[in-house]
Structures are given as structure tokens and as C-alpha cells.
């Protein structure tokens, strides 16, 4: 859940590359990275602002060196609400809407199904030819448990209802001001148990203590909880059976029922607990005791697992800030902004007995039947910013000068607890009498220093120019890093310059009557990344449980005291132009930047016992533009027309990696993601195919073979296997035959909008698009890898089966021994698309009365259509807020279409 945001492409690798978010002038650290345990979940911090809170975005993408080490990847800064007006104003509004279901993959029936589990047989080495669910007798027991045509999916998803209030109370005199909102969301998800509650207090004020004194005081709290399950498919299935009810939906076998069956008969209320047992003849041999095949009833599943203390996500979000202000002359002031924030986070997971089978663990080599998990995480935000700010006017010069010293005092705690067999679904606690019971948390304290300072110079609203410096120090750095050492620290040094030239100003283009804005900007900045691994320049031991008995300490990283922030050298240049008496409205921007001290990991010696640690061993070169143009194509008294767009692209390259082999490969949902010197970064790297083998003729002639696991038997590839390129010629199909399958880097991404209004009424469209993206689909290679006991998509209905079968499709073979859906080309898709984002429909109802002045009424579509060759539900997904991981597809919620309808009133 949540998205990702990359400003101006990418300038980091490994740790966090989206843009700071800064609010009201508070840092708020979005907990990148920080561990959860639901799958397909993460802790989206900035979700705790209300949105109607929020009065101003401004995205900073040049002079971020203002931010130090924290502005390498830009910088948004975000303004609440506050009052501007002594009349005291009271607006209330609510909304409430539904949101429709997704767009499914199609999926085999029952009939469909049962005829593919029964060709996978085959590979299981059964003799066994009496399976209770290939029984077509009407007249036998088992008949109807097994010959029923469920779609799991009913009993998943469904269309959600959300609900939206709010009010806002400001007002004030000569001596303060105040902004007071309060606001509560109900919103209800398209899975079932996933609904989301949220309560937001937020109290902005001004004062003045006196002519020269004055204070603001903000002070807001966000309480968010929420239902919660698993999402997704599953990473693999050795730590397990699937979870995600989401995922069941779709694997789970559609000849069977929800509900229990028993005489004959099935109930109609009460759902199957039991295991599958329809498999059991061929798969409980020794051969497969510890596999896991069995699925659960996500009916059951997402029944047995509901309650407060099984389930549950809860998040709060506490912030105090003070900021007094001193006027020492009419030019100069000095002001402090003390600011404490508190982010408290607790989630419950259980996995129930009840409609879940018991499935095997490898990690304690044991059966299990459920599991208990529990997190609790506390992070603590102290910041004080001390500055001094001094401007003038000389004739037509003007100055503005400001600096200051920003401190933040950082402190996250976090503990989880694992357990296995609760005994009961009534008892879903942690305890230490739970089978492998183990505990791990961290206990982190840091703290960061800024010194900065800006200064800005304008002549004649002509030419403007602003400098940056600034140096930050962090307890994150390593004590033995390249950089400036003083007061016992290592201390990073970010400059930056922007000039401006509006010709517009100048006497020879002043009365241009086609040019009526022109400005020309340019400037050169350097700013860093500060997101070092809490124990980068550390070494540390770790508790450990030895062959699951024994409890002791090992050495888990080797610290690296030379580790420091990623640097950003960024340039950039840009026109800003408004035409024809202000109708067109132009804006180019074109930067180039270089990052060095990459932060990536090295390879360790043997002898250390450990395979990596940090280092600052990458450089990456990053370019691009984006261009955007904005056109009133009508201007009447009752008429108006908007249309714009807009048009970015970015092309990123590694120009080092501390690898010695000059690429680096992480392994993310079976896919290889290759970073290599030379070329962009996040690549899919794997195998390429030409096709699947017809013919046994056409096999033997191409004579492509595997080597067995012995290293000798050679395995030959058959008719109705795929046909890998032989990137070597060798004819042996083995990791040396990879080759770049694919690039998520889109080649040109933007939007589109048009705003149409008549009187009072409005009209808004907004699309967004995406071109020349690839997307990982891991989850059709789930669904259409025809090797294990899952259900399968339609596609899979035309599989090769017969000699001389031409098709696309690869035969089913159980636990695909020639590695058919193995990580290729199959499984990359263009993940182009343009979506109608929003329609909105607007109407103000002017009213004059003593208590009411005025109502607004509108209705807005979310994600109305997308047009795209993708076969994914949506390629407008991330699976993860990082670089790497990019471009995947889990099979996780995607967006629908919605519809919601709201008013609001002016009191």
C-alpha cells in the first residue's frame, strides 16, 4: 500500500531515493525501510495528514542544498492551513463514495482446473489412479465436494464504501490567530477485514506577544487503525502455506466449496476448516512430506483471522511546535522553531487454525499449525532551528540574508515477537510456551547538525541570484570519513548557486506584446543522502539460537568507519515563459547530475564470516528534462477552457560499483535485478525465449540441454518445453545464457488535463501516462507457471499437449524440472499505459445570509479507464519505496475505479 516518487530520476541505489518531505518546516521521516509484517504493507507516515489540511505543495528540485545531506533527492515542502483573516469562518464539508472492484485475472473453472491438476499428476510419480476429485459418478459420496464452481474471488473482494467529515474553525484578531480543523475517514477496502479508520486534530496558531515578539504555535495529532491481512502472492513456499486472501482468491482450487461438507451435504453457513485432502494419495509420499501443497479457504481464513488482537494495524502521529520570533531592528529578526514529534506504531498478525492447513516451515524444520506475530515501534523527533534572518532595499538592489543552526535528535525503537501453535484460535497471544518462540528488536539513537546558510540578491526584478552553504554533521558517519573534521565529527559541505535573468524586465522586451513572461534560470547544486544503515560504521553481535536449542552471540556486520552520505552534483537549467496576453503558459527544464559515494554493499573475505558490509564503492550519472505547456483556449465572461500537458524523461547510468566483476545482482521474487557499470540501474537480467518446442524433431534438432544435479546427467529439453536462447552456443541452458530482459525506467512519463467551466460550473479531466516501462509480472508466473497445484489463468488452457501443438504456452509439468517458468522473458511485459486519473464535476451556490455563505457540490471518478497492453491488474503499481524491486508486480490491491460525492459548506 502507498506509492513511490522519484524527483528528477534517480541519485541512489541501495538506500532510500524519494524526496524529503518537509512539514510546516518539520522534517517528517517517512520510516523507509522500517520492518512490518504484513506483506504487501508498509507504514505510509505521510498518510496521517488530512488532505484538506493542507494548504500549499511546493516541490523543490534545485537549491536543495539548503537540506544538506537530506536534499539529494529533492524536497517537498508542505504547508497547513492557517488563518488570514480576523472574521472568524467555519467550514464544514463531507463526502462518501464507493469504490468498485478490480480488474481480475481470468481464471480457469472448475472443469477447466481439474483437468490441468490431473495432467500434473503425471510428474508426481503417483501409481495411485483413484483421486477422489477426478470421480464423475453423480451417485458417489465425494461427488459434490468435488464438483462444485466456486469463484473464490466473491468471497474476497467486493465493492467498498468510503465516508469523509470534516471541520475547520479560524478566525482571530490584532493580538492572534487560529486554524483549527478536526477530521474523521471511514474508508472500507475492495478486500474484505482491510477497512481504515483515521482521526485528525490539527490546531495552527499565531500570536503576538508585543511589537516586536510574536509565537506560533502548531499542534496536531493523527490516529490511524486499521484491519489488516496479508497481500499478494507469496515470495515462496517454504516458510509456508500463502496467506494473502487476496492471493487464495485466485490459487485456490475452484471444484471445491467454501462451506463445510458433511453427509452429503454442505452447509450453508459454516465454512470449511478442514485440510485438502484431494492430493494427499500422491503428495504424502516421503518423497514430498515436506512440501507444502495444501491451500487455505480464504473465506474461512479471513473469518477465523478478524478480531483486534489477530489483525490489527494502528498508527499514531503526535507533533508540537513552537516558534517565537524577535524583531531586533525593522531588518533583521531572530527566530527558534522547536519541534517535537512522536510517531507510535503497533501491528498484530495471526495466521489461524481454522481454515488454514498445517504447513511446514523450513526455518525450524518442522510442521506448524499457525503463527502469532506482534510489533511494537516508538520513534521520537527533536528538532531545534535557531536563525537569523536580515533583509533591505537599496534603491534597486534588494538583499536577503539568513542563516541558522538545525539539530535533530532522533531516537526509533522497535521490537517483534514470532511464535508457532497457538493451540486455539480463541488464544491468539504471544507467549514463551509457543513452539520456537523468538523475539528481535532494534534501539536506535542518532542525531544530525546543519549549519546553513542562503543569501539572495535581486536588481530591478531583473536579475536574481541565491547562494547556499551548507554543513551537516551526523552520527551516522563513519569517524574515519573524507570530509571536513571539527568539534570531533566528520562534517559534509553542500554549496549551491541559482541565477535568474527575467528578460521580460528589461526595456528592449518590456512591451513585447507576445512575450509577456520570460525567464531564464540556471544554477549548479550539491546536495547529499544521509540514509546510512543505523549500523553501517558499526560492528555488532547478534543473539542467535544454534541448531534450535542452543542460544549464543555471532558476529552479524563488520562496520566500515569510513562510510559517509552520497554526494549529488546537480545542474540545471530552465525557461519559464508566458505568451499571447497570458494564454500559453511554457516551462522547460533540463538537468544533469552526478552522484559519487554511492552507497552500496562490498563483498567481504571468507575469513570474516560475513558475505557484505556498506561502503561508498558506486558513482551513478543521472540526465533528463521535462517540459510542460498550459493554454487558455477560451477566456469569456461565462466561458473559460484549460488544456495543458506535460512530458518528463530521465535516463540514469552506473559509472562504478565496488565489485570487482563491475555488476551487482540482487535477487528480488525470483528475478534477477542486474546493476552493471555502463548501463541503468534496476535492469531485469534473465533468460530470453524463442518460443516453445512443437515438435519432438524440432527439440532433438535444437539439442538444448540441462545439467543434472549431479553436474553430469544431461537433461534434454522436449517437445512442449520453452525454447531459451543459447546466448553462448553451447547448448547448455545455464545462468551464462542471461541477458537484459528488460528496463523499468519509463522513456517519457507526464499528464495531461483539461478544465472546461461555464458560469459556475466546472468541469476537471486529468490523465497520466507512462511509456516504455517494463513490468515484472511475478504474479502471472505464479499463475500461469503450471507447476504447482494452484489454479491457473485461461491462458494456461492453451498449453502445449499434443505432438506437432502450436503455442506459446509451455506443458505443465510438476515442479518444473526444465525450469520452464523459470525467470525470462515470459514473464516481462510493456507496462506503457494512459489513465483518465480523474473527472471531477464542481458546482458553487452562491448564498448571502447571516449564517451561511455559500455551498460547493461536487462529484469526482477516480481512475476511470486505462488503456494498456499490460495483462496485469494495473501497471500503476510499486512494490517497494526503493530503487531496486522497481517495476515488479506482486498481484497486490490495485487501484479501481471509484466514485465519491461531497459537499461543502461555508458557515
Known amino acids: 500500500m502507498g506509492s513511490v516518487t522519484f524527483i528528477q530520476g534517480l541519485n541512489s541505489l541501495n538506500v532510500n531515493a524519494q524526496p524529503l518531505v518537509v512539514v510546516d518546516g518539520v522534517v517528517l521521516d517517512q520510516q523507509y525501510g522500517r520492518e512490518m509484517l504484513h506483506d504487501g504493507f508498509y507504514n505510509d507516515i505521510l498518510s496521517n495528514i488530512n488532505p484538506s489540511d493542507i494548504e500549499k505543495v511546493t516541490v523543490m528540485r534545485n537549491g536543495t542544498a539548503l537540506y544538506g545531506a537530506k536534499g539529494a533527492n529533492g524536497v517537498i515542502l508542505i504547508d497547513t492551513r492557517r488563518n488570514k483573516s480576523m472574521a472568524t469562518r467555519i467550514t464544514a464539508s463531507l463526502s462518501a463514495g464507493v469504490t468498485f472492484q478490480p480488474k481480475y485475472y481470468e481464471m480457469m473453472d472448475a472443469n477447466g482446473y481439474r483437468n490441468y491438476a490431473s495432467e500434473l499428476l503425471k510428474g508426481t510419480g503417483t501409481t495411485n489412479t483413484d483421486f477422489k476429485f477426478l470421480n464423475d459418478d453423480p451417485n458417489y459420496y465425494y461427488y459434490k465436494q468435488y464438483h462444485c464452481n466456486t469463484d473464490w474471488k466473491d468471497y474476497v473482494y467486493r465493492e467498498a464504501w468510503t465516508q469523509n467529515y470534516g471541520i475547520n474553525v479560524e478566525g482571530g484578531d490584532a493580538i492572534a490567530n487560529y486554524n483549527l480543523s478536526v477530521g474523521y475517514t471511514n474508508a472500507e477496502s475492495t478486500m474484505e477485514y482491510n477497512d481504515m479508520n483515521r482521526l485528525n486534530i490539527r490546531f495552527n496558531s499565531d500570536i503576538s506577544l508585543g511589537s516586536r515578539l510574536s509565537v506560533r504555535f502548531d499542534a ?11 497481500d499478494g502472492a507469496p515470495a515462496s513456499y517454504d516458510e509456508g502455506t500463502p496467506t494473502a486472501p487476496s492471493f487464495l482468491a485466485y490459487a485456490k482450487s475452484p471444484f471445491m466449496s467454501p462451506y463445510s461438507y458433511g453427509r452429503g451435504q454442505f452447509s450453508s453457513s459454516q465454512f470449511d476448516v478442514e485440510d485438502e485432502t484431494y492430493l494427499d494419495e500422491a503428495l504424502t509420499a516421503l518423497r514430498y512430506v515436506n512440501y507444502n501443497y495444501r491451500l487455505g479457504n480464504p473465506a474461512a481464513f479471513n473469518e477465523y483471522a478478524d478480531g483486534e488482537n489477530k489483525n490489527r494495524f494502528e498508527n499514531s502521529l503526535l507533533n508540537i511546535s513552537v516558534k517565537p520570533k524577535f524583531v531586533i531592528t525593522p531588518n533583521l529578526y531572530v527566530s527558534e522553531h522547536f519541534s517535537y514529534s512522536l510517531v507510535n506504531t503497533s501491528e498484530m498478525y495471526y495466521v489461524p487454525i481454522n481454515g488454514v492447513p498445517s504447513y511446514y516451515v523450513s526455518s525450524v524444520y518442522a510442521y506448524r499449525e499457525n503463527e502469532v506475530r506482534s510489533l511494537a515501534s516508538k520513534q521520537n523527533s527533536v528538532m531545534s532551528d535557531t536563525r537569523l534572518d536580515w533583509s533591505n532595499r537599496y534603491n534597486a538592489h534588494s538583499l536577503h540574508v539568513f542563516g541558522g543552526a538545525r539539530i535533530h535528535w532522533e531516537t526509533y525503537t522497535y521490537n517483534s515477537q514470532l511464535g508457532y501453535d497457538t493451540g486455539s484460535d480463541k488464544t491468539p497471544f504471544m507467549s514463551a510456551a ?10 536506535e539513537s542518532w542525531n544530525t547538525m546543519s549549519l546553513y546558510a542562503q543569501a539572495e540578491y535581486n536588481y530591478k526584478g531583473r536579475y536574481f541570484l541565491q547562494a547556499n552553504l551548507t554543513a551537516d554533521g551526523s552520527s551516522r558517519f563513519g569517524e574515519d570519513a573524507d570530509g571536513l573534521k571539527a568539534l570531533d565529527a566528520v562534517w559534509a559541505i553542500f554549496p549551491s548557486v541559482q541565477a535568474s535573468w527575467v528578460l521580460t524586465n528589461e526595456p528592449w522586451l518590456a512591451n513585447n506584446p507576445s512575450i509577456n513572461y520570460l525567464r531564464l534560470t540556471a544554477g549548479y547544486d550539491v546536495s547529499g543522502n544521509d540514509d546510512i544503515d543505523y549500523y553501517a560504521a558499526r560492528s555488532y553481535f547478534q543473539g542467535k539460537v544454534f541448531m534450535n536449542s542452543v542460544s549464543g552471540l555471532s558476529l552479524a556486520g563488520i562496520g566500515n568507519t569510513t562510510i559517509q552520505w552520497e554526494t549529488t552534483k546537480r545542474f540545471n537549467l530552465g525557461l519559464e515563459a508566458s505568451l499571447l496576453n497570458n494564454r500559453i503558459g511554457v516551462s522547460v527544464n533540463y538537468f544533469k547530475s552526478k552522484t559519487d559515494n554511492l552507497l552500496t554493499m562490498q563483498s567481504l573475505g571468507f575469513l570474516s564470516g560475513l558475505d557484505k558490509n556498506w561502503s561508498n564503492g558506486g558513482k551513478l550519472e543521472n540526465e533528463g528534462y521535462d517540459f510542460s505547456i498550459n493554454a487558455k483556449v477560451l477566456a469569456l465572461k461565462d466561458w473559460s477552457w484549460q488544456l495543458g500537458a506535460s512530458v518528463g524523461h530521465y535516463k540514469n547510468k552506473i559509472t562504478a560499483l565496488p565489485a570487482a566483476e563491475g555488476y551487482m545482482d540482487t535477487e528480488v521474487y525470483g528475478a534477477t535485478v542486474r546493476t552493471q557499470v555502463g548501463q541503468a540501474a534496476n535492469l531485469f537480467y534473465g533468460y530470453k525465449t524463442e518460443g516453445v518446442f512443437a515438435t519432438t524433431k524440432e527439440a532433438q534438432e535444437a539439442g538444448l540441454y540441462m545439467l543434472g544435479e549431479n553436474g553430469v546427467t544431461r537433461n534434454y529439453f522436449q517437445a512442449g518445453d520453452m525454447h531459451f536462447m543459447d ?21 517519457i512519463y507526464g499528464n495531461i488535463f483539461t478544465t472546461l467551466a461555464w458560469k459556475r460550473l466546472k468541469l476537471d479531466l ?50 518444473d524440472p526444465m525450469g520452464n517458468a523459470r525467470f525470462s522473458d515470459r514473464w516481462i511485459e510493456d507496462g506503457s499505459y494512459l489513465k483518465l486519473k480523474t473527472i471531477t464535476l464542481s458546482y458553487d451556490l452562491p448564498i448571502t445570509s447571516q449564517f451561511l455563505q455559500g455551498l460547493q457540490f461536487w462529484i469526482q471518478a477516480n481512475n476511470v479507464f486505462t488503456l494498456t497492453k499490460y495483462l496485469g491488474s494495473d501497471p500503476e503499481s510499486a512494490m517497494t519505496s526503493s530503487v531496486i524491486g522497481q517495476g515488479i508486480d506482486l498481484g497486490r490491491l490495485p487501484q479501481s475505479t471509484s466514485l465519491v460525492a461531497g459537499v461543502k459548506i461555508n458557515l
Open 220 to 230: 496536531s495529532f493523527s490516529n490511524t487503525t486499521r484491519n489488516i491481512r496479508d
Open 434 to 443: 509457543l513452539k520456537n518462540a523468538t523475539s528481535n528488536g532494534l534501539n
Open 727 to 747: 546466448a553462448d552456443g553451447n547448448k547448455e541452458i545455464n545462468e551464462n545464457d542471461r541477458v537484459v530482459i528488460g528496463d523499468p525506467n519509463p522513456d
Open 766 to 815: 486529468r490523465f497520466n501516462y507512462s511509456l516504455g516501462n517494463d513490468v515484472y509480472n511475478y504474479m502471472r508466473s505464479q499463475l500461469e507457471g503450471g507447476n504447482r497445484f494452484m489454479n491457473q489463468t485461461t491462458a494456461m488452457q492453451n498449453r502445449w499437449q499434443v505432438e506437432g501443438q502450436q503455442t506459446n504456452m509451455p506443458r505443465a509439468t510438476f515442479q
